[in-house]
């Protein structure tokens, strides 16, 4: 428990990276694994990545994100998408291991699949939804990078049709964040964490 809270209280919002220390495809795709395990409405993990790694493709990036030198100088910018129609792309796979595992009888799947998909046709509610675990996935992939000794910095500032347009990202979909994510540069101090508000400021138990 202890060791959790330390990685969850020590994360920080990194801005400077050592730009002499890259991280590999394995360890990559391991942080984001463990990370997808973050819930989702229905189990229908409406997110997706693009990892951008290849230096010349992250100097376009830094421009796109209003030339934020942190983007050219990170291992690599996780890009997150979210997919408002992950419930039509997903639905019957996630719902054929439901059957699988004993979480549901067979005879249920195809009332539940109908439920969720009524939900999933209203455009303002599927977008709120993947929008909203695409989020929770992102904090997965922040605290978890900490586990493996590494740093993120997630950002909102950047050109959204660009970003599409430059990743090949289909219009419908949206990118709510993109992620920094490398090794603190060694030379570089830390200023003390900024202000965090305390529960009474924030919250009310009734």
Not at 3 to 23: A, P, Y
Request: proline content about 4%; charged content about 35%; hydrophobic content about 40%.
């Amino acid at each position: 428990m202890k060791e959790c809270q330390k990685l969850i209280t020590e994360r920080r919002s990194i801005t400077f990276f050592d730009t002499t220390k890259e991280i590999s495809d394995d360890l990559i795709k391991e942080v984001l694994e463990v990370a997808a395990t973050a819930p989702s409405a229905n189990n229908l993990q409406p997110w997706e990545v693009k990892v951008i790694k290849d230096k010349e493709k992250k100097k376009i990036l830094k421009e796109i994100c209003f030339n934020q030198q942190k983007v050219e100088d990170a291992s690599a910018v996780i890009v997150l998408i979210a997919n408002p129609k992950a419930a039509f792309e997903h639905i019957d796979r996630v719902l054929d291991s439901s059957v699988e595992l004993g979480y549901m009888p067979k005879e249920r799947r195809e009332s539940a699949k109908e439920r969720v998909l009524e939900v999933w046709k209203d455009m303002e509610q599927a977008k709120r939804k993947s929008i909203r675990d695409t989020a929770l996935f992102a904090m997965n992939i922040m605290i978890v990078a900490r586990v493996y000794g590494l740093e993120t910095h997630p950002m909102d500032g950047f050109n959204e049709e660009k970003m599409k347009e430059f990743l090949g990202i289909d219009v419908e979909k949206i990118v709510p964040m993109i992620i920094a994510i490398g090794y603190k540069d060694p030379s570089k101090d830390l200023l003390p964490r900024a202000y965090r508000f305390k529960f009474d400021e924030f919250g009310e138990i009734i």
